[in-house]
């Protein structure tokens, strides 16, 4: 399978707690993105990266949230201290270089925080 | 008010129907429109890509954007069960990070 792939599909976690996400993207995809999708709501946009540079960051993604994406190929996403309100689906994208909007999506990670 | 709306349904249509399903928007420096369809606990799978003004038609699927009016639709045609899931629309202004405006997307249901 060579589409976008994300781990782990479903996490359970604390409130207080740390949690990382991982995403590999198709593989010559030079362009990475983070969104955030809320039960009956479309994704939201988070971050993106061009190959390993983090171009922009949402103001959703509060101080929180940080991610990566080392040589640029896969990319973290962690969040610290959980809030309750952080219980969404993270959904990563990618994208080559200058096409505009297709953007292939993995089938996300889904955080429940307790 | 959101920039992109999209009327959340549920959309119940027997198989075989036609099926539109609408978004506005008010953001007018969007010019690239997406249509993906999601399945439940699934990510988002692109079905239509358009640019500016126009139709598009991909087998039972057309969409057609109308910048004028701020008013992009997705038509099925001969619907079936498997086209039950979450239509989604999405824009861009085509920036340099090309990052998408999503409307919160209508749940269709296609019963046999």
């Known amino acids: 399978d060579t589409g976008v792939s994300q781990d782990p599909r479903h996490k359970i976690t604390k409130r207080g707690q740390n949690v990382t996400f991982r995403c590999d993207p198709i593989?010559?995809?030079?362009?990475l993105y983070w969104y955030r999708q809320t039960l009956g709501q479309g994704p939201e946009f988070l971050t993106y990266f061009q190959n390993e540079a983090q171009l922009e960051k949402s103001r959703l993604l509060s101080d929180r949230f940080s991610a990566e994406r080392p040589k640029g190929s896969f990319s973290t996403l962690e969040i610290q201290r959980t809030e309750q309100g952080d219980s969404a689906m993270y959904l990563c994208a990618s994208s080559w270089g200058q096409s505009t909007g297709e953007l292939f999506f993995g089938e996300g990670s889904r955080l429940t925080v307790l | 008010q959101k920039e992109v709306e999209q009327d959340p349904g549920p959309l119940s249509v027997p198989e075989g129907a036609i099926v539109s399903l609408n978004c506005t928007y008010s953001n007018s420096a969007f010019q690239y429109f997406m249509w993906y369809r999601q399945y439940s606990r699934k990510g988002p799978e692109l079905l239509m890509y358009?640019?500016?003004?126009g139709n598009k038609e991909d087998g039972r699927f057309t969409a057609q954007v109308d910048k004028s009016s701020k008013y992009i639709s997705l038509f099925i045609r001969d619907s079936q069960p498997s086209d039950s899931a979450t239509y989604l629309c999405a824009m861009s202004a085509g920036n340099a990070g090309n990052m998408l405006t999503f409307g919160g997307g209508t749940r269709l249901m296609v019963k046999p």
């Open positions: 358009t640019y500016s003004s």
């Open positions: 593989s010559e995809h030079n362009r």
